[in-house]
């Protein structure tokens, strides 16, 4: 199957490519590993609102840019390669989820994450050991046009900039996203730790009021929404660990042509190529299976969760092998502070357990191969 990109998504790969090099700079992760958790500044995030990436898989409909969920993986998979902060990736999902749904005041809360006048984040997982909305627990409970939601939310990412999170919540035996205000009465927010700085949280909700124009998708189709959402955030994820894996290879490869051992490249040892040979491989396959999940989750959002497993688990392993790898052929430089080794190492390990781990997907997949 022919997976190139087209010519329209090569010139917004290099428009992307050449702003991140221009404009984002490694040493601000670096520096978010002591005074953490990492930010991006005002500026950066306002030029990325101005350019329309919020909202490029987006419908037209909806005042977005309506291009292939791919084109959004394929500048995950550029923010990955240069450590941008995964904000990107949850403004991406936040504006998927609210562009199937336009119940309520939520085309409004669209235009206005689209726009930057708002941030919406997203609070899916929980403390029970596992993952994916199908071990959701929060409980909501609706009477008439209004309810309360009681439960608690991790790895909640960038909730300090959050003007409100859609949380995944058990409603009528059902999973749903629904909306809720960072100020809201009952909510609690406490900062987590991620080992590569980047910015987490948990949510404490008792008796959080909403009312049900706040269910993303009404009542009917508020479990499809939330499903739909989770498999694009795992996407994203996974090309984000694609940049990742990639970046490690490639700065491993122009280490091993330079660094000399007994008057030759380590580049030239068996050793050496053959498991960068390994990481190449390992790198193709998830590229083919992250291209093939935005497909399918494009073609078939209800029915794509065996592609967006297998690219999710293959990637978690690639990323954390290529990342080792780079730090043990880059031998004693490989552990230094300066070196981006370690800020690669750190994100694979990071987000091979963000919205589930290979067990987790490869689980999954099996659950669905023995029907």
Not at 26 to 34: F, N, V
Not at 76 to 81: D, L, P
Request: charged share 20%; net charge negative.
């Amino acid at each position: 199957m022919d997976f190139q990109l087209s010519d329209d998504q090569l010139a917004i790969q290099d428009a992307v490519a050449k702003f991140f090099q221009e404009e984002w700079n490694s040493d601000i992760r670096r520096d978010a590993l002591d005074d953490g958790p990492v930010k991006i500044s005002d500026e950066i995030w306002q030029q990325i609102v101005e350019m329309g990436w919020i909202g490029i898989a987006v419908s037209e409909e909806h005042g977005g840019s309506g291009l292939e969920l791919l084109t959004a993986a394929m500048l995950a998979e550029e923010g990955g390669q240069v450590l941008f902060p995964s904000k990107l990736c949850t403004a991406f999902t936040t504006a998927f989820a609210l562009d199937q749904c336009q119940s309520g005041d939520t085309a409004a809360l669209l235009t206005d994450h689209m726009t930057g006048q708002q941030f919406v984040s997203l609070a899916v997982d929980e403390a029970n050991g596992t993952f994916g909305p199908e071990n959701n627990a929060t409980a909501a409970t609706l009477a008439g046009d209004g309810g309360t939601i009681s439960g608690e939310k991790i790895l909640v990412p960038d909730a300090e900039c959050a003007d409100c999170f859609l949380v995944a919540v058990r409603l009528n035996d059902s999973g749903a996203l629904v909306k809720v205000a960072a100020d809201a009465p009952g909510l609690t927010i406490t900062a987590m730790q991620r080992i590569d700085g980047q910015s987490i949280s948990s949510l404490q909700l008792a008796d959080v009021p909403f009312s049900s124009d706040d269910i993303l998708g009404g009542t009917d189709d508020a479990d499809q929404v939330l499903l739909r959402t989770y498999e694009f955030w795992t996407t994203l994820i996974s090309a984000d660990l694609l940049g990742v894996t990639t970046k490690a290879l490639e700065m491993t490869n122009e280490y091993a042509k330079v660094r000399q051992q007994f008057n030759k490249p380590i580049g030239s040892f068996q050793a050496v190529s053959h498991r960068l040979a390994d990481v190449k491989v390992a790198e193709e396959v998830g590229r083919s299976l992250l291209y093939g999940a935005c497909l399918a989750l494009q073609e078939n959002p209800d029915q794509c969760f065996p592609q967006v497993s297998a690219a999710k688990a293959w990637l978690s392993d690639a990323a954390a092998e290529a990342t080792e790898a780079a730090l043990q052929l880059h031998g004693g430089i490989g552990y230094t502070w300066e070196l981006d080794v370690h800020l690669l190492l750190r994100q694979a390990r990071s987000h091979a357990v963000y919205l589930g781990d290979a067990a987790y997907h490869r689980k999954r997949i099996g659950n669905f191969i023995t029907g």
